[in-house]
């Protein structure tokens, strides 16, 4: 077939040298509708450039599969680059060996045994949730992101990093730390939209590039918080012994970490060892803490927030969990294991539906190291491809009425769309490698609330307005009312 060249791909008009630079200096609204309203507008792709610096914005299913599935273009994209400063080569930024050597190191601490191990620690977090939730039910609303990202910060962190917020943390700290979080996607994109503040000398001097440099200070100071606790913690030490023991004596395989009698190398111990064994430094350590942190909260805060709006807004939806929930418990109020979690079939269509909706990482970049051709376009190296992953789960072609709320879809074992137009973790060699965490985070905490409240509608999900980020953030809070569930 006949191939286009870049020039030929649809795209805004520019403007001599500088191209589209100046589309992009406007507020973080305007800009996420910008790029949505380009996404409307063209069917399969456009193109974007930034004085000599090209971009082309995909979402047909085919060109996503063509970008994502092969280990060749695994270099992130141009936009990475400004989170650098902040995540450095931790596993999501890092590409070639480094991040090769650091998936090997962190795979063990997702497997199956260890899932199982913080299923207990997720559940007790469920409990204290749910009894946070207690609180607003006489309340008219309650606004969703402050107890749900409570919730999911205590979760990774007691979790993955074995290191419990006390609730003087919680409070003072934690709350701290989701703001600065907020602060710096909002600074992010404030710099990556103003061409004149690339050079890292003029961005330093500005007033959002100090404000940037106090946001990262603090979390810096959170993170280093969170590794000496677990650092000195009786049990690490432990643990860590035991395991270098046992290398010592038997032969060493993969699984030497997973298990200690019953006890289980959390993935800061799995660091800590490689750490002994000179595999990782404690900067290393620093930027996967950092890495874990973020993608280990921010994502699944995201998507329960508008998972709840959106059961709230759909009542036979929430009866039907409800139903399975009593399926699968009768009248016990025992907390849910992992068998029970496999069982909600219902509720995992209705996250599912959720996250192709409204999925938190709306965007992926990849810098192409060498020419590729989508379909009939001719990209040249050097270009940077961003996958739309909200206007991929959103094409007509693909769903049927794409921008419903319509679990059932999921029920099917044969989807009748392309398998790439369906992608909230990614796919391929740089897939999410917390999936199956979030996953069970997410069943265990609609559960628990669902068995006991009711969800009644105020924010309607087609009133959500988005700012740009990396995460898909809304530009008001999301309300729901939490009522006490009779039967
Ligand atoms: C609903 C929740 C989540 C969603 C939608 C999500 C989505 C994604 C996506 C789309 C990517 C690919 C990013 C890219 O290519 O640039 C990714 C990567 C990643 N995610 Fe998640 N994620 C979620 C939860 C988590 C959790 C709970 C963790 C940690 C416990 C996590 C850790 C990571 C890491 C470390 C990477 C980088 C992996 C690599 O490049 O090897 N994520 N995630």
């Known amino acids: ?50 004085g000599p610096k090209k971009f082309v914005i995909i979402y047909n299913p085919e060109d996503v599969e063509t970008l994502i599935s092969g280990t060749k273009h695994n270099s992130k994209g141009f936009l990475y680059g400004f989170m650098k400063i902040w995540l450095k080569d931790g596993l999501l930024l890092s590409d070639g060996q480094k991040w090769h050597t650091r998936r090997k190191i962190l795979t063990p601490a997702f497997h199956f045994n260890i899932l199982r191990h913080f299923n207990s ?68 994109v404030y710099r990556a939209s103003r061409i004149w503040m690339y050079p890292t000398f003029i961005f330093d001097i500005t007033i959002v590039g100090r404000k940037q440099k106090r946001v990262l200070d603090l979390m810096s100071s959170f993170r280093d918080n969170v590794i000496d606790k677990r650092r000195e913690s009786a049990e690490c030490k432990k643990l860590l012994l035991e395991a270098t023991a046992k290398a010592d004596t038997a032969a060493a395989n993969d699984d030497i970490y997973l298990t200690r009698g019953k ?61 399975e929930c009593d399926r699968i418990f009768g ?33 992926i970049q990849r810098m192409l190291t060498e020419p590729m051709k989508f379909r009939e376009h001719e990209v040249p190296a050097g270009t940077d491809c961003t996958v739309f992953i909200l206007d991929l789960h959103r094409r007509a072609d693909q769903f049927d009425e794409p921008h419903s709320f319509k679990p059932e879809r999921f029920l099917t074992d044969c989807p009748s769309w392309h398998p790439y137009s369906y992608i909230p973790f990614s796919a391929g060699p740089r897939n999410c490698i917390g999936q199956k965490f979030a996953m069970m985070e997410m069943k265990l905490a609609i ?9 009644l509608p105020v924010t309607k999900p087609d009133d959500v307005v988005f700012i740009t980020d990396f995460i898909l953030r809304p530009s008001h809070p999301i309300y729901v009312k939490f009522a006490r569930r009779q039967d």
């Open 1 to 50: 077939c006949k191939h286009e060249s870049f020039e030929k791909i649809p795209g805004p008009p520019g403007i001599p040298f500088l191209e589209n630079a100046l589309d992009f200096a406007i507020d973080p609204v305007k800009l996420f509708n910008y790029f949505r309203n380009l996404a409307l507008n063209n069917k399969d792709l456009f193109k974007v450039k930034i």
């Open 121 to 188: 620690i997720l559940v007790e977090n469920c409990w204290k949730f749910v009894k946070r939730l207690e609180m607003e039910l006489d309340k008219p609303k309650t606004e969703l992101s402050t107890v749900i990202t409570e919730f999911t910060l205590n979760s990774i962190c007691e979790t993955a990093m074995g290191t419990k917020l006390d609730e003087e943390t919680t409070d003072g700290m934690g709350k701290k730390y989701k703001n600065a979080i907020f602060k710096m996607g909002r600074y992010i």
């Open 263 to 323: 006890k289980k190398l959390a993935m800061l111990d799995l660091l800590l060892q490689a750490e002994k064994e000179g595999k990782i430094d404690a900067k290393g350590i620093g930027e996967e803490v950092d890495t874990f942190m973020f993608e280990g909260h921010d994502t699944t805060s995201t998507a329960l927030q508008m998972i709840f709006m959106l059961l709230a807004n759909n009542v036979d939806s929430q009866d039907k969990i409800v139903d």
């Open 331 to 363: 009248s016990s109020d025992r907390s849910a294991t992992m068998d029970d979690l496999t069982q909600m079939k219902y509720l995992e269509c209705c996250i599912k539906e959720g996250l192709r909706l409204f999925p938190p990482v709306f965007f």
């Open 447 to 455: 559960s628990s609330v669902l068995r006991r409240y009711k969800l």
